[in-house]
């Protein structure tokens, strides 16, 4: 459930209350009884973590990729090496 902030515009009173996004607005101020308890505008409050899309789409969004230079493979190694 999102938490909203509310605010009355007669004596100031602040709260934040969680309620459905299917219930309707807080209209009462607990705190003087008016009717002037108002949502108000805030931000997100939420952080995606892990390795989804931030981090495998639009992390390195603004820079160019990195070119790899082609390794030759040493003269004296054997097959069996770590380079192959």
């Known amino acids: 459930m ?3 902030d509310y605010q009355c515009t007669s004596c ?3 709260k934040e209350v ?3 996004i299917s ?3 807080l209209t009462d101020c607990p705190e003087c009884g008016k009717a002037t308890f ?3 505008l805030s931000a997100p409050s939420f952080q995606l973590t892990g390795s989804g899309w931030y981090a495998t789409d639009f992390k390195n969004s603004g ?3 990195e070119k790899k230079a082609e390794e030759a493979p040493s003269a004296g190694c ?3 090496c770590a380079c192959h």
């Open 78 to 80: 054997g097959t069996g």
């Open 63 to 65: 820079s160019k990729p």
């Open 38 to 40: 108002a949502k108000q």
């Open 2 to 4: 999102p938490i909203y």
């Open 18 to 20: 969680m309620r459905k």
């Open 12 to 14: 100031g009173f602040s």
């Open 23 to 25: 219930e309707p607005n």
